[in-house]
């Protein structure tokens, strides 16, 4: 029988491809017969009190499924932040790592799920983090296709001054003609910005009919006269419900939703989990609600799991209408 002697490249693919087989006797960073290791990394997290909540969150979950027998068999273990880096954890969870440590994920083969970090831009379907919140620029994206949907009679502008939409007609400094035409705005911009501009149209006689904004950059609704204000929400508001409902923090309320988002991927991984194994996992679980009426968006094409929501009290014609004095808006 012929000999076949295997190229540099095919041994290093070959290399490569053997933790995918994944065996019970193949040792896997933070995965031993009895336990599954998980760390959390919370250093973009500035506010304490918003740590604390986010690992209690966590830790509510693991210890639930914990007393249920785990998964495959296995307890969930959190540890520490300072040593999620290190050899001992098998994934992170509820996570919100520097930028400067996120390109650290694929060398060290470990997995964020879920995470808690606000990406500026789309993440990889193909890569390691796969954050629970939408980035900005879909919910940018998100504003300016409200925008269209505008009332017929308004002069539509795009107040986008980093181009987070990637929209054609986005303006920096948008212009508007002096005009008994009402206005209606995508703004993209810290709140300070908008408003700056806002005074300017106001002495220039100019009537804002509608506004669009992000609810990182405003977080709260402007409650003016003739405005239709509309805010794009980073968390579904069925989540601000659901810490409402349990009297809970939308900290702990998000570190519950992620623990269970990657209980629900290890549980689906089968029993000889692997970190590649996991992330094809995650391209599964489009549907899968960690949250009562927050069902998850991960697929093959998007690796972010809850996609952005309109707010506006005042519209029953948009996406997301609500009448009811609320706590806390997401």
């Known amino acids: 029988m012929p ?4 190229t540099a490249d095919e041994l290093a693919a070959l290399e490569a491809f053997w933790p995918w087989l994944g065996s019970a006797r193949q040792p896997q960073r933070g995965v031993s017969a009895g336990e599954v290791r998980l760390g959390v990394v919370l250093d973009a997290l500035a506010n304490p009190a918003a740590r604390m909540q986010v690992v209690a969150g966590v830790q509510s979950v693991f210890d639930q499924a914990n007393a249920a ?7 969930l273990r959190l540890i520490g932040m300072n040593r999620a880096w290190s050899e001992e954890a098998f994934a992170l969870v509820a996570s919100a790592p520097l930028p400067s440590t996120q390109q650290a994920l694929r060398k060290l083969r470990l997995p964020s799920i879920a995470s ?3 990406q500026l831009r789309d993440a990889d379907p193909g890569g390691w983090q796969w954050p629970l919140l939408p980035s900005l620029q879909q919910q940018a994206r998100m ?10 009679n308004c002069m539509r502008r795009t107040f986008d001054p980093k181009h987070w939409s990637g929209a054609a007609n986005s303006d920096t400094a948008p212009t508007v003609p002096t005009t008994e035409q009402p206005l209606c705005v995508a703004a993209l911009a810290p709140a ?15 009537k804002v009919r509608q506004l669009i904004e992000l609810s990182g950059m405003r977080p709260k609704l402007l409650t003016e006269p003739y405005l239709e204000h509309q805010l794009v929400l980073s968390v579904p508001l069925a989540v601000a419900d659901q810490a409402e409902q349990q009297g809970q923090s939308l ?24 970190p590649e194994s996991l992330l094809v996992q995650m391209r599964t679980l489009t549907g899968f609600a960690p949250l009562p009426g ?3 968006a991960y697929s093959r094409s998007s690796a972010h799991g809850w996609r952005p929501e309109i707010y506006s009290p005042a519209s029953p014609s948009s996406r997301s209408s609500d009448q009811r004095p609320r706590k806390e808006l997401p």
């Open 116 to 118: 808690l970090d606000f």
């Open 3 to 6: 000999r076949y002697t295997p």
């Open 251 to 274: 900290w702990f309320v998000l570190g519950q939703a992620s623990a269970r988002t990657l209980v629900e991927a290890l549980a689906r991984s089968g029993p000889s989990v692997v």
């Open 294 to 296: 927050a069902p998850l």
């Open 69 to 75: 027998g785990g998964v495959h068999g296995r307890r």
């Open 192 to 206: 300070t910005d908008v408003d700056a501009l806002r005074t300017r149209w106001r002495a220039d006689g100019i």
């Open 143 to 152: 504003a300016v296709e409200q925008l269209e949907s505008a009332p017929p």
